[in-house]
């Protein structure tokens, strides 16, 4: 029998992910929802690709998101900017600009003062454009909606 010692923490992640998505069990996917904000930011990149990429009838993007609310806004936050800064996938990128920008709204300014600090300059930058262009002024809008910037970013690590 091996030692569980040997077993590393991504393993340990992926094992869970996998249960959450192949298990028929109710309760055993609500107990793995409560889990997934132990794993902190390296859980981030998988819930959210649960929520894009199941069936949106399934019960399975929503439980992922109960996770994701349910984590700690660092941690959230570290995960997301990962996602921006590393995936290309623009469904992907979506979500997790939405989920940022759902954290400003709802923590303010201590969220705000947090941001800079975990995430990189690329995202901030992002997430300032998107601020921008949510701006209650539609002339500022629609010039920001013209101008083509590059949202994407390729993972340099």
Known sequence: MENVESYSFDQFLGLAIHLFITTQSQHTREQLVQQFPKFGS?????????????????????????SLEDMAPPSLIIGLNQVLDCE????????????????????????????????????????K??????????????????NKLPVKVKCSL
């Open 42 to 66: 390296a859980a981030v990149l998988p819930l959210v690709k649960v929520i894009c990429r199941m069936p949106p009838q399934s019960e399975l993007p929503l439980l992922a998101q109960a």
């Open 88 to 127: 290309t996938d623009d469904d992907l990128r979506e979500i997790a600009i939405q989920k940022l920008m759902n954290l400003m709204q709802k923590y303010d300014q201590s969220v705000l003062l947090l941001l800079p600090k975990l995430v990189s300059q690329q995202t901030w930058r992002l997430l």
């Open 129 to 146: 454009l998107h601020l921008l262009a949510e701006s209650p002024y539609p002339k500022f809008n629609q010039a920001c909606l013209n």
